[in-house]
């Protein structure tokens, strides 16, 4: 979405990151800017621990599942090789660290307007409270990711950042003839509810990582 039209005036979308967790972990990354990230490996293994698919997911770094895979010759139909079920895996993002938040735009639903300003209502799904009771609305994203790329290049990280494309992840895709594998920003339809945005930092940790990046109280606001 480029734009919305209200009332023939014409608004930017005006996304927000929404991050739910304790209260005392917002307050640090409120007060100091404090992110902690945990490695994309720890999810995987939250849903085993828990059995429980939401905050964990198995299926995190899977690039495809086959039942029956046939392998040919490039540009021939001369069968070299064939595997049965199994499942790709990315192991190079395993212990990737990744900042997962919800991503909203405040103009999906108007609620009053008197131009120049509008009211906007914004709805959660309730089990986005598994991680937290409580959660920091970050008003201005690209400040935000602004200071976060500021601070990683000092530490000498790069990363990757984008909205998560919810698709099943069992099945290989195609774009312009080309195998499109599943990638970190890939997860299947059973999370749109979480409406994620992802931080992937292009660094190995055995468990999690945690930078900051001083204050975000100006462009932040902490709700319950």
Known sequence: MD??????????PMPIFCKFNPKDRLEALRDRGCLYLKNINYYIEEEKKTLIK???????????????VKIFLPDTDIQIGEAKSGVAVNQLVLRQPVYCMTYKHITENIVAFDYPTFEAS???????????????????????LKRIKETLNKLGISFYHGVVKYRNTDHLYFDNNQVEMNTAFNK??????????RILLNTEVEDHYTF???????????ME
């Open 188 to 197: 299947n339809p059973f999370f749109d509810y979480q409406s994620e945005f």
């Open 54 to 68: 939401g905050k964990g997911d198995i299926d995190e770094a899977v690039m495809f599942k086959s039942s029956k």
């Open 122 to 144: 914004v709805s959660f799904d309730d089990r986005l409270k598994e991680f937290g009771e409580y959660v920091l609305i970050i008003n201005d994203v690209g400040e935000f």
């Open 3 to 12: 734009k919305f039209t209200i009332e023939n005036v014409e608004f930017p």
């Open 212 to 222: 900051e990046i001083g204050s975000i109280k100006d462009i932040s606001v902490l």
